[in-house]
């Protein structure tokens, strides 16, 4: 399986500010999906990140929220943008090797 | 509206004993089925996939497919507390796509 490597862990920041998780991965993955967990929910799909094009968003996430960027095959970064305490969740990034998806550890978001 | 349904528990069991866990869902045209498995504060660790239908073992780990009543299932033999966890069954989309929608965990309580 991939080693993968999510920053932050976890931030406490404050509301109207915005905040950008890395993940770094050792090989080349086809996929990067970024998910949010609210307490005690599953998870939900924000977007797809693919290399040399625009993420695609799932339903009630947009861009301007949530900026994706891909540069290359091993490494993906998520912004929330204009933060808010209700967007306060642990975000994961999960890449996608072609057949099965791993999880970085999470990033621990808190928004006062 | 794409599902995927499992009880949220908590299951208890005691040492020793089988857990049985399930999960149906709503696609019929879907190609793959993940089970992950995720402890409090942690991020989910894949423990198994199958994609055919049958049953597939891996040590303590059975997976059991369904397609025709669309359900898949996850018995751990020989439960030990360390088994204790959240368990996330996660479906792929129909069209070859792993693009997975994941239940919303079932949670596993093994008690000495």
């Known amino acids: 399986s991939a080693v993968i490597s999510q920053k932050p862990s976890r931030d406490i920041c404050q509301r109207g500010t915005s905040l950008t998780i890395q993940c770094q991965v050792d090989s080349q993955v086809t996929m990067m999906f970024w998910y949010r967990q609210q307490p005690g929910q599953s998870l939900t799909l924000i977007a797809t990140?693919?290399?040399?094009?625009?993420?695609?968003?799932e339903s009630g996430f947009v861009i301007d929220k949530f900026p994706i960027s891909r540069p290359n095959l091993t490494f993906s970064t998520l912004t929330v943008s204009n933060m808010s305490p209700e967007d306060s969740s642990i975000y994961l990034c999960?890449?996608?090797?072609?057949?099965?998806?791993?999880f970085g550890q999470g990033t621990r978001l808190t928004v006062v | 509206q794409k599902e995927v349904e499992q009880n949220s528990g908590p299951l208890s069991v005691p040492e020793g004993a089988i857990a049985s866990l399930n999960c149906t869902y709503s696609d019929r045209g879907s190609q793959s089925f993940f089970w992950y498995r995720q402890y409090s504060g942690k991020s989910p660790e894949l423990i198994m996939f199958?994609?055919?239908?049958g049953d597939k073992e891996d040590g303590r780990f059975t997976a059991q497919l369904n397609k025709a009543s669309q359900y898949v299932s996850l018995l751990i033999r020989d439960s030990q507390p360390s088994d204790s966890a959240t368990y996330l069954c996660?479906?792929?989309?129909?069209?070859?796509?792993?693009?997975?929608?994941f239940g919303r965990g079932t949670s596993l309580i093994v008690h000495p």
């Open positions: 996660a479906v792929g989309l129909s069209g070859g796509s792993y693009i997975p929608t």
């Open positions: 199958i994609y055919s239908n």
């Open positions: 999960s890449p996608f090797d072609g057949r099965e998806a791993f």
């Open positions: 990140a693919n290399q040399g094009s625009e993420a695609t968003y």
